[in-house]
């Protein structure tokens, strides 16, 4: 095999496929990007059996042939290369040249055959939406689902497509997120588990812009992201996901309006009086027009008010402050509204339209209380 | 006590302070710093007897008084606090009020008087330097300190002043960098060796602008630095600092002239062969007008040829690639000459006029030549 590329695509193509290299494995092929230039194009492939992706970098096929490669020092020469053409050139025994310049590289790769290559698959059901809505809807969910391992369901999020609505829910025990977004176009029923890992690597290859497009396309087992010059095939989680519609009430007792950023300051300063791993609630004391929080740690107190706009009863509930500085971290308005039932029912922030709900349950405050 | 100040300005003298707090202690007291407002300025003062701060922070002063106050706790409260007027009032409990815009803090203060204050320190001998010089020196010097606290010498630099010249030298046992520079005035001889921590310190809380000035005094056991509201004090290291003037020869037999971005970017590929904690050479081998860098690892090999000026004879020489990286990242100037005798002598990097010298002792690499 030769082929040269310039530095640059040559770099952005290892980083994407880099995603998909597990750090830790017992099959040491998997640590290994393929570079497959047997058929006309540059192909960059990896594969940590969960998660495949196949990316093409822009270059010339001097002599065509494939090569397995280790990911990591790989990545790290074409890394520090100088702003060139690159020429990487394999022997019959797999060793790889990499020239630059006047710098020169020998490692040694290995035979392509025993890499676990991605399985076609059929491509019928899809939908098409923007790089950034994709980007968008990962970040405002993908904080809460679980990464308790022996609870798998937990650890994806459920994707229902519904004619031209896309629903994305996740939760972890303690939270629900859920983001509503409308399609262009009206497509069949969808409903599938995909892996938070997977979401998290295609969120960071992801351009975010609204002008590029993604088809994702959905199997009983896989999905598959395919966008710009690359192709992204995760293995779904099987099983049945929570039933959570019961849960999502619309009835309330108070319903309050704040300033997303204020809230979001103040929760920020009163988590500082509290130590990793201690488990201290936030009390949150809200009567007419504001809102008091308060916090109480062996390392002091500190309690603030806020300005709100409230309708209905007064209530005094406790909250995990990570929880509602998830959720507020990842909306984009300005003012939030949240609703409340009671202190032991789930507090609701979401926007009228309910693009975006975020359920959070409250902690039991009366040990709390002074 | 009862003082009002401003949230920036108090935030940035507790970052000062902040630096002599230890981050591991037996003496609970170090880990607090001082808030003394008992004579007209508001102070704060840390000391982790090594290192003593004091700062002056702008405010205005309501009720006298004084109070020793957890740095890490007070530190993370002002940073979280809104851009605005910071209240700190305290009772004759020690308890401390925190109070900004609507936001409220109460943690538990102690009283002083166990404190260890900075001595009072005669201020007889000094110099006079921009705080930029300083903090060049240091950059250029501090990375060849040893941290190997059994042999404390190579733990600080010489600092030694003789006339109007200023040179600084530091060590460890592989290597030596020199910085000499031209003082305004003339002073008496002083020669004292500064710990390597203190001056990592002092650097980071030094402006590094040419028209800020910063007095260096000294006496027998103490080196105090003083700039802006701040004054720094430090012990010295007590002993006699290593004789190197029979070291510094200006004989050579080969001097090379190299642009120094190339041959760093050159070095920092080859590095990448290199696992950490593996001993592996860069061999040199230079020849007319041409310097072939190259190493050899379980990874793979490398090999790359950058264009020099030479004078003399050929050589071929070894080093270990981190400190040649070590030197080459402080020198400010684009081409550097390299001066060498034989393959078991140092290497100089030095300028002209010599305000700088770094010597870097080779590697045999008999057994290392394929």
Known sequence: MKIICQKNDLLNSVNIVLKAIPSRTTMPIL??????????????????????????????????????????????????????EVTIETDS???ATI??????????????????????????????????SLKEIIRQTVFSISDNESNKIMT???????????KVTS????????????????????KVIVPGKTLNEVSKILSGEISDQVNLFFTDKHILFEFDDTVVLSRLIEGEFYKISQ???????TKLTINKKEFLSCIDRATLLIKENEKKPIIINITDNNMELKINSNIGSMNEDIDIKKEGKDI????????????????????????????KAP?????KEETYIYLILPVNINANIN
Do not use: W
């Open 93 to 95: 025994n797999y060793k």
């Open 247 to 253: 849960m999502l009430s619309n009835d309330y007792e």
């Open 31 to 84: 640590e290994c990007l393929i570079i497959d230039a047997k058929s006309g194009v540059i192909k960059l492939i990896s594969n940590d059996m969960e998660l495949g992706i196949e990316t093409i970098v822009k270059g010339n096929i001097l002599e065509n042939g494939i090569i397995a490669i280790n990911a990591k020092v790989f990545s790290e020469i074409i890394r520090k290369l100088p702003d060139n």
């Open 316 to 343: 005094l509930i406790g909250f995990n402050p990570r929880f509602l500085i998830d959720a507020l971290k990842v909306i984009d308005d300005e003012e939030v509204d949240i609703y409340l039932f009671n202190p």
């Open 156 to 166: 994806g999020e459920l994707f229902e497509i519904n004619e031209d609505e896309l």
């Open 99 to 132: 020239t630059c310049e006047k710098a020169n590289f020998n490692i040694s790769g290995k035979a392509s055959e025993e890499f676990p290559f991605l399985p076609n698959i059929q491509k019928d059901k899809n939908i098409t939406i923007s790089q950034f």
């Open 347 to 351: 507090c609701f922030i979401k926007d």
């Open 171 to 190: 939760l972890d025990g303690h939270r629900i997120s859920i983001r509503n977004i409308k399609l262009k176009d009206n497509y069949d029923n969808i």
